[in-house]
DNA sequence: TTATCCAAGATTTTT
DNA sequence: TCTTGGATAA
């Protein structure tokens, strides 16, 4: 392992004063994390007193095997190196008797989040329509996120929203009733917690005596709130970010949340770290002169010392079909001449949609292939069956769980009676599965239908009772065999390969649970069923899946999925006007943030770069005429070789091969 | 209450 | 093009 360079190492041992690191891509960012951690260990500082945030699992479970590689066992015993929202799930489970919540919290997915909306606005709560529900769903995180409170969006929104701020409130009080949190909450509440109670929050303080947060660009106002808090007056924190790969600003991110910490802590010490260790020259002055079409608050150059590198190829095709065609056809030459493996190349896109056609290619050409994240294992239905029983079973106030499973498998059970009975427990202001039990139920549904609910809540208390009692993950199997799930699952589906796919997902899932139940963390204790369940909501599975699929496999995945990894070999495809910049982008003038992920995208790459770019594609089923994205024209010219426009002159070629040559001498010198 | 069919509508990114 | 949701029929 290389040494250090000065920056990095500078930034490793400042630890007495607030330290922002500037990171370039491809600077080591992660190195200089995991070293800051062991340099802090070795210093004296306990493990238990550190905790590093990112804001995937993937960077967390990478960071943490990188730190342990550093340290020994004992040494890095109790270190936490976790997401936000796993940190902020942690503080409420500790603490939610301050908040007044009961210990069993049910997370709430996007879905549950947009049900709930929707029963509220059935109900008649604010004038919101219901083909909306996305839009609210959206200003409510967008709420949450900018640290927002329902009472302060009530009386801050204009008219306009004076409907969705009413909507926040009673979507606030329901979670609570059901003893639930969103996603958002998960940071939100916290930070209210410790603004509230300033012993708790110097508790935690006091256990995290040193934070580092990874990707600081991305956070948003209330994760800042959440930092600036646990980093107390002190400051003893280090965060590291780049503003050029901001690339979630729709998700509430706030990049001047980097400037915002010069003005909070004066005493802030700024480190730019420029030298890229990942790309080629030529890949790095492309990108570079692509960025410097946004305005900067910190200014920052990338160089690196591995060469200059060929040109960077735009491919053009009359259709996206040609597209994922010639695109592979090329990927295949190129690993012909340059006896790579399939690992060393990725696809890159703007939207998920795009892979299909790449991946039907591949697959055409026994192409081993690896989609990153197109569909979430939590979306799968299978999945949210099981894990609604679960959430029932662990919390009964959880209406969203309820409705879920309440008639899957067929317990006669449909929506004419759920209304009802809906309509009633609203009136009570009481959770669905109490309602079932209300005596006043019988008077406004029939006697057979009451009879139908009473079963199945009878059922629920028994099996909760009994996991409780047992506290064995092994009652899960008995449950499912209970309600006769894969049955079901054999009956619905389309064909019988489809059922056998999902009950393996069923039974993987339940596997997973077990092993988690089971102490799976050497530090952690067993768990209970609810915090098994809910720590899964967070998503730790899927990725952990993904995890063991990387090998020998051509990486497909969208420019988001694709920060903060890299790949010799890149390709960048759909480089047209409307996908990448993005329709809706333009139309909400947000070029700059489009430009990042195009800057993402190039900055992946290690030795070569290839765009691509399509003169039709279809869109909504209809094909339109596409132009080639400004961020091409925006590129160095010279390093360019349009492969349509120019065809490829073998003398050229050669030229070129000098020139870089040269290029290369003249930087090295 | 459930199942099926047809039409309309949507396509960005996700912890 | 594909998915979702609504309406209608059994």
Known sequence: MPKLNPQQQAAVKITEQPLLVLAGAGSGKTRVITEKIAYLVNKGLAARHIAALTFTNKAAREMKSRVEKLLDGQQSRGLRVSTFHSLGLDILRREHKILDYKSAITLFDESDKKTLLKNLINQGIAHCDIDEVDRYATQIGAWKN????????????????????????????????????????????????????????????????????????????????????????????????????????????????????????PRLKVIKLEQNYRSMGRILKVANQLIANNPHTFEKRLWSELGYGDVLKVLTHKDEQTEAQQIVSELI???????????????????????????????????????????????????????????LLVNQEDDAAFLRVVNTPRREIGPTTLEKLGAYANERQISLFNACSELGLSQKLPEKAVIRLKKFCDWTMKTAELIERENNFETIDTMLTEIGYEQWLKEN????????????????????????????????????????????????????????????????????????????????????????????SIENDNIEEERRLAYVGITRAQRSCTFSYCTHRKRYGEVFETKPSRFLDELPAEDLEWTAKNPVDPKKVKERGKSSLAHLKTMLS
Not at 164 to 190: C, E, G, S, T
Not at 196 to 208: F, G, M
């Open 333 to 391: 030459h190129h690993k012909f001449h340059q006896g790579g493996r399939y690992h060393d190349y990725a696809i890159l896109y703007r939207g998920n949609y795009q892979s299909r056609l790449f991946e039907h290619c591949l697959r055409e050409n026994n192409i081993p292939y690896f989609i990153s994240g197109s569909t979430s294992f939590f979306s799968y239905t299978e999945v949210k069956d099981v894990m609604g029983y679960l959430r």
């Open 146 to 265: 900018g640290f927002i409170t329902p009472e302060q969006a009530l009386t801050d929104s204009e008219k306009l929203d004076y409907d969705a701020a009413l909507l926040y409130q009673h979507y606030n009080r329901n979670l609570k009733a059901y003893n639930a949190v969103d996603f958002d909450d998960l940071i939100l509440l916290p930070v209210l917690l410790f603004k509230h109670a300033p012993e708790t929050l110097e508790k935690w303080q006091n256990k995290i005596r040193y934070l580092l947060v990874d990707e600081y660009q991305d956070t948003n106002i209330t994760q800042y709130e959440l930092v600036r808090l646990l980093a107390g007056n002190l400051g003893r924190f280090t965060v590291v970010g780049d503003d050029d790969q901001s690339i979630y600003a729709w998700r509430g991110a706030q990049p001047e949340n980097l400037s915002q910490l010069q003005t909070d802590y």
């Open 493 to 584: 589906s389309k064909t019988p390969e489809a059922a056998k796919r999902q009950q393996k997902n069923v039974t993987d899932l339940v596997g997973w649970l077990k092993k988690m139940g089971t102490s799976e963390d050497a530090a952690e204790a067993d768990k209970s069923l609810s915090e098994v369940v809910s720590k899964v909501m967070l998503l730790d599975i899927l990725e952990r899946q993904e995890e063991d699929e990387v090998e020998e496999q051509v990486s497909l995945m969208t420019l988001h999925a694709a920060k903060g990894l890299e790949f010799p070999h890149v390709f960048l495809i759909g480089m047209e006007e409307n996908l990448l910049p993005h329709q809706n």
